[in-house]
Protein backbone atom coordinates (compact mmCIF):
# COMPACT_ATOMS: atom_id res chain seq x y z
CA UNK A 1 0.00 0.00 0.00
CA UNK A 2 0.80 3.64 -0.55
CA UNK A 3 0.70 6.49 2.25
CA UNK A 4 2.16 9.36 0.24
CA UNK A 5 0.15 10.42 -2.48
CA UNK A 6 0.73 13.47 -4.59
CA UNK A 7 -1.04 15.56 -6.53
CA UNK A 8 -0.82 16.32 -9.66
CA UNK A 9 -0.50 13.73 -11.13
CA UNK A 10 0.74 15.17 -13.86
CA UNK A 11 2.18 18.99 -14.47
CA UNK A 12 3.22 20.98 -17.55
CA UNK A 13 5.03 24.02 -17.56
CA UNK A 14 7.22 26.48 -19.56
CA UNK A 15 10.50 26.82 -18.53
CA UNK A 16 11.46 29.58 -16.23
CA UNK A 17 8.19 28.54 -14.37
CA UNK A 18 7.65 27.59 -10.75
CA UNK A 19 6.46 24.36 -10.13
CA UNK A 20 4.31 23.36 -7.24
CA UNK A 21 4.02 19.08 -6.15
CA UNK A 22 1.74 18.58 -3.15
CA UNK A 23 2.01 15.24 -1.20
CA UNK A 24 -0.31 14.34 1.40
CA UNK A 25 -0.17 11.06 3.92
CA UNK A 26 -1.89 9.11 6.78
CA UNK A 27 0.08 8.26 9.65
CA UNK A 28 2.54 9.89 11.54
CA UNK A 29 6.07 10.50 10.57
CA UNK A 30 9.71 11.07 11.41
CA UNK A 31 10.38 12.60 8.13
CA UNK A 32 9.34 13.20 4.88
CA UNK A 33 11.90 12.84 1.83
CA UNK A 34 11.42 13.67 -2.06
CA UNK A 35 13.21 11.80 -4.71
CA UNK A 36 13.12 12.88 -8.51
CA UNK A 37 12.86 9.76 -10.85
CA UNK A 38 14.00 10.45 -14.91
CA UNK A 39 12.89 8.08 -17.25
CA UNK A 40 14.39 4.13 -17.33
CA UNK A 41 16.07 5.79 -14.28
CA UNK A 42 17.21 5.10 -10.40
CA UNK A 43 15.31 7.57 -8.12
CA UNK A 44 17.78 10.30 -6.86
CA UNK A 45 17.56 11.88 -3.23
CA UNK A 46 15.99 15.48 -3.62
CA UNK A 47 15.53 16.78 0.23
CA UNK A 48 14.56 15.46 3.32
CA UNK A 49 12.11 17.44 6.04
CA UNK A 50 11.86 16.12 9.77
CA UNK A 51 8.45 15.99 10.97
CA UNK A 52 9.95 19.13 13.71
CA UNK A 53 10.88 21.02 10.66
CA UNK A 54 8.70 23.77 8.81
CA UNK A 55 10.22 24.45 5.88
CA UNK A 56 13.59 23.33 4.05
CA UNK A 57 15.68 24.78 0.88
CA UNK A 58 17.76 23.10 -1.51
CA UNK A 59 19.07 25.29 -3.99
CA UNK A 60 16.09 25.85 -6.34
CA UNK A 61 14.23 23.42 -3.64
CA UNK A 62 11.44 24.79 -1.17
CA UNK A 63 9.67 21.95 0.92
CA UNK A 64 7.60 22.68 3.26
CA UNK A 65 5.98 20.48 5.75
CA UNK A 66 2.42 20.43 7.71
CA UNK A 67 2.54 17.38 10.25
CA UNK A 68 -1.09 18.86 11.46
CA UNK A 69 -2.95 18.39 7.78
CA UNK A 70 -0.10 15.28 7.45
CA UNK A 71 0.99 17.57 3.79
CA UNK A 72 4.30 18.61 2.27
CA UNK A 73 4.86 20.94 -0.68
CA UNK A 74 7.82 20.76 -3.29
CA UNK A 75 8.55 23.69 -5.34
CA UNK A 76 11.07 24.12 -7.76
CA UNK A 77 11.81 27.34 -8.50
CA UNK A 78 12.83 28.85 -12.52
CA UNK A 79 12.22 25.42 -13.39
CA UNK A 80 14.73 24.08 -16.44
CA UNK A 81 14.10 21.26 -19.05
CA UNK A 82 16.35 19.33 -17.43
CA UNK A 83 13.58 19.48 -14.20
CA UNK A 84 11.78 17.47 -16.42
CA UNK A 85 11.09 14.11 -14.88
CA UNK A 86 9.06 12.01 -11.59
CA UNK A 87 8.50 13.38 -8.50
CA UNK A 88 7.90 11.16 -5.55
CA UNK A 89 7.45 11.67 -1.97
CA UNK A 90 8.46 9.26 1.25
CA UNK A 91 7.67 8.56 4.34
CA UNK A 92 8.14 6.41 6.83
CA UNK A 93 5.91 5.55 9.89
CA UNK A 94 7.32 7.23 12.63
CA UNK A 95 10.81 6.80 15.06
CA UNK A 96 13.17 4.00 14.54
CA UNK A 97 11.37 2.93 11.45
CA UNK A 98 13.48 2.44 8.59
CA UNK A 99 11.05 1.44 5.62
CA UNK A 100 9.92 4.08 3.10
CA UNK A 101 6.99 3.80 1.50
CA UNK A 102 6.42 5.83 -1.38
CA UNK A 103 3.72 7.88 -3.10
CA UNK A 104 2.49 7.50 -7.03
CA UNK A 105 4.17 10.38 -7.56
CA UNK A 106 3.88 13.63 -10.11
CA UNK A 107 4.97 13.57 -13.67
CA UNK A 108 6.63 17.40 -14.54
CA UNK A 109 7.39 18.18 -17.94
CA UNK A 110 9.29 21.56 -18.43
CA UNK A 111 8.50 22.43 -21.89
CA UNK A 112 11.79 24.59 -23.63
CA UNK B 1 33.01 6.54 -5.92
CA UNK B 2 30.85 4.34 -7.87
CA UNK B 3 26.73 4.21 -7.46
CA UNK B 4 24.90 1.45 -6.37
CA UNK B 5 24.80 -0.64 -9.27
CA UNK B 6 22.10 -3.37 -11.02
CA UNK B 7 22.89 -6.08 -13.61
CA UNK B 8 21.38 -6.47 -15.83
CA UNK B 9 19.30 -3.71 -17.08
CA UNK B 10 16.89 -5.61 -18.48
CA UNK B 11 16.02 -9.45 -18.41
CA UNK B 12 13.32 -10.89 -20.59
CA UNK B 13 12.00 -14.38 -19.40
CA UNK B 14 9.33 -17.08 -20.29
CA UNK B 15 6.61 -17.60 -17.64
CA UNK B 16 7.57 -20.14 -15.41
CA UNK B 17 11.76 -19.50 -15.63
CA UNK B 18 13.42 -19.12 -12.77
CA UNK B 19 15.49 -15.19 -12.94
CA UNK B 20 18.43 -13.81 -10.73
CA UNK B 21 18.76 -10.25 -10.19
CA UNK B 22 21.90 -8.65 -8.93
CA UNK B 23 22.42 -5.22 -6.65
CA UNK B 24 26.16 -4.03 -5.73
CA UNK B 25 25.36 -1.22 -3.31
CA UNK B 26 27.60 1.57 -2.44
CA UNK B 27 30.62 0.42 -0.52
CA UNK B 28 30.64 0.13 3.36
CA UNK B 29 26.84 0.90 2.95
CA UNK B 30 25.06 -0.73 5.79
CA UNK B 31 21.44 -1.17 4.76
CA UNK B 32 20.54 -2.47 1.30
CA UNK B 33 16.53 -2.04 0.14
CA UNK B 34 14.51 -3.74 -2.68
CA UNK B 35 11.62 -2.14 -4.59
CA UNK B 36 9.13 -3.39 -6.88
CA UNK B 37 8.28 -0.46 -9.37
CA UNK B 38 5.28 -0.84 -11.75
CA UNK B 39 4.87 0.98 -14.41
CA UNK B 40 3.24 4.42 -13.55
CA UNK B 41 3.20 4.05 -9.77
CA UNK B 42 6.02 4.63 -7.03
CA UNK B 43 8.42 2.01 -5.51
CA UNK B 44 6.82 -0.69 -3.04
CA UNK B 45 8.94 -2.28 -0.97
CA UNK B 46 10.09 -5.80 -1.05
CA UNK B 47 13.12 -6.66 1.69
CA UNK B 48 15.23 -5.08 3.68
CA UNK B 49 18.93 -6.14 4.67
CA UNK B 50 21.09 -4.93 7.58
CA UNK B 51 24.59 -6.05 6.61
CA UNK B 52 24.21 -9.82 6.00
CA UNK B 53 21.11 -10.25 7.83
CA UNK B 54 17.44 -10.05 6.34
CA UNK B 55 15.54 -7.80 8.74
CA UNK B 56 12.10 -7.11 6.87
CA UNK B 57 11.19 -9.54 4.11
CA UNK B 58 7.21 -8.70 4.54
CA UNK B 59 6.83 -6.97 1.06
CA UNK B 60 7.83 -10.05 -0.75
CA UNK B 61 4.48 -11.00 -2.68
CA UNK B 62 4.89 -14.69 -2.37
CA UNK B 63 7.18 -17.45 -1.46
CA UNK B 64 8.92 -17.05 -5.10
CA UNK B 65 10.53 -14.52 -4.18
CA UNK B 66 13.66 -14.79 -2.53
CA UNK B 67 16.99 -12.44 -1.76
CA UNK B 68 19.94 -12.73 0.09
CA UNK B 69 23.21 -10.77 0.81
CA UNK B 70 25.64 -13.42 2.16
CA UNK B 71 28.64 -11.40 2.74
CA UNK B 72 26.91 -8.16 3.77
CA UNK B 73 27.66 -6.50 0.60
CA UNK B 74 26.05 -7.30 -3.00
CA UNK B 75 22.88 -8.81 -2.93
CA UNK B 76 20.47 -11.23 -4.98
CA UNK B 77 17.18 -11.46 -5.84
CA UNK B 78 15.50 -14.02 -7.03
CA UNK B 79 12.44 -15.09 -8.86
CA UNK B 80 11.69 -19.01 -9.25
CA UNK B 81 8.69 -20.09 -11.53
CA UNK B 82 7.85 -16.41 -12.92
CA UNK B 83 4.60 -14.78 -13.45
CA UNK B 84 3.49 -12.69 -16.06
CA UNK B 85 3.03 -10.23 -12.82
CA UNK B 86 6.13 -10.30 -11.87
CA UNK B 87 6.83 -7.74 -14.65
CA UNK B 88 8.00 -4.87 -13.55
CA UNK B 89 11.27 -2.63 -12.64
CA UNK B 90 13.27 -4.06 -9.49
CA UNK B 91 15.18 -1.46 -7.33
CA UNK B 92 17.99 -1.45 -5.18
CA UNK B 93 18.58 1.34 -2.94
CA UNK B 94 21.63 1.63 0.02
CA UNK B 95 22.12 3.96 2.54
CA UNK B 96 25.34 4.28 4.62
CA UNK B 97 23.54 3.53 8.21
CA UNK B 98 21.49 0.88 9.40
CA UNK B 99 17.70 0.46 10.66
CA UNK B 100 17.04 4.81 10.34
CA UNK B 101 14.87 6.50 7.41
CA UNK B 102 16.71 9.37 8.10
CA UNK B 103 19.18 8.36 5.69
CA UNK B 104 18.64 9.21 2.16
CA UNK B 105 19.09 5.96 0.05
CA UNK B 106 20.58 5.86 -3.23
CA UNK B 107 19.21 3.99 -5.90
CA UNK B 108 20.74 1.85 -8.72
CA UNK B 109 18.45 2.34 -12.04
CA UNK B 110 16.85 -1.15 -11.83
CA UNK B 111 16.46 -3.91 -13.70
CA UNK B 112 13.51 -4.03 -16.16
CA UNK B 113 11.62 -7.40 -16.32
CA UNK B 114 9.31 -8.90 -18.55
CA UNK B 115 7.88 -11.98 -18.49
CA UNK B 116 6.56 -13.57 -21.50
Known amino acids: SQQGEEDPQALSIQEGENATMNCSYK?????LQWYRQNSGRGLVHLILIRSNEREKHSGRLRVTLDTSKKSSSLLITASRAADTASYFC????????????FGKGTKLSVIP | GAGVSQSPRYKVAKRGQDVALRCDPISGHVSLFWYQQALGQGPEFLTYFQNEAQLDKSGLPSDRFFAERPEGSVSTLKIQRTQQEDSAVYLC??????????????FGDGTRLSIL
Open chain 2, 93 to 106: ASSHAGGVSSQPQH
Open chain 1, 90 to 101: ATDSGAGSYQLT
Open chain 1, 27 to 31: TSINN
